[in-house]
């Protein structure tokens, strides 16, 4: 639940760079309060809950881009049907870029104590 909670302390920062645990467990969390919600009133929670999560996802997606070196624009790919999709995808499943690059230091580097997965 600490990582949903740290993307939504920066609810609409498109600067900097998102570790992949950090992008995904974000994703998951969202998955499982999505489903729940569309079970337990699956019109108005679920669409207030959609709107009010976009920007964060939004911002949280541009970083992980970041992360693997690629401008924020890349997420545009994902309006062309199935193959741009696809393609960000690639890009959100793959490593940082090692050390730092235009967007900042590589969180994995930056972080103390961490456990790499």
Same mark, same amino acid.
């Given at each position: 639940?600490?990582?949903?909670?740290?993307? @939504? /302390?920066?609810? *609409?920062?498109?600067?900097?760079? +998102?570790?992949?645990?950090?992008?995904?467990?974000?994703? @998951?969390?969202?998955? %499982? %309060?999505?489903?729940?919600?569309? #079970?337990? *009133?699956?019109? $108005?929670?679920?669409?207030?809950?959609?709107? *009010?999560?976009? %920007? !964060? #996802?939004? *911002?949280? =997606?541009?970083?992980?881009?970041?992360? +693997?070196?690629?401008?924020?624009?890349?997420?545009?790919? &994902?309006? %062309?049907?199935? @193959?741009? =999709?696809?393609?960000?995808?690639? $890009? @959100?499943?793959?490593?940082? =870029? !090692? &050390? !730092?690059?235009? #967007? &900042?230091?590589?969180? /994995?580097?930056? +972080? !103390?104590?961490?456990?790499?997965?």
């Amino acid at each position: 639940m600490n990582w949903y909670v740290e993307v @939504l /302390k920066k609810y *609409a920062v498109f600067e900097g760079r +998102t570790r992949r645990q950090e992008y995904w467990m974000f994703w @998951l969390i969202n998955l %499982i %309060i999505s489903l729940v919600l569309n #079970f337990v *009133a699956p019109d $108005f929670f679920g669409y207030l809950y959609g709107l *009010a999560i976009l %920007i !964060p #996802f939004l *911002a949280v =997606t541009v970083r992980r881009l970041h992360d +693997t070196g690629r401008s924020g624009w890349w997420l545009l790919i &994902g309006l %062309i049907a199935v @193959l741009g =999709t696809l393609v960000l995808l690639i $890009f @959100l499943i793959l490593d940082s =870029t !090692p &050390g !730092p690059n235009e #967007f &900042g230091v590589n969180p /994995k580097e930056d +972080t !103390p104590g961490r456990m790499d997965v």
